[in-house]
């Protein structure tokens, strides 16, 4: 995880610094970059295109392939 942080990091997506605690070790604390909401936005956009795909793709099979009361019911997509 902390790998991926520090790769991150070093990419411009997130800041870190250094946070005291009280009665505790200290910790690093995480921060978006304006590049970092922007790759979030794509990624997340990427996710929903995929999730429209494979519902037209579940539409096309019950619609061309699956006949009603051979394979039950459609599953809620």
């Not at 979030?40 to 999730?51: A, E």
Request: no cysteine; proline share 4%; glycine share 10%.
């Amino acid at each position: 995880m902390y790998t991926l942080l520090r790769r991150m990091e070093e990419r411009g997506l997130l800041k870190s610094q250094w946070e005291k605690v009280e009665g505790g070790p200290d910790r690093r604390v995480y921060k978006l970059t304006s590049k970092g909401v922007e790759a979030l936005k794509m990624g997340l956009t990427s996710i929903v295109r995929q999730k429209r795909l494979f519902e037209d793709l579940v539409t096309f099979y019950y619609e061309n392939f699956e006949k009603p009361g051979k394979g039950g019911e459609k599953p809620n997509v």
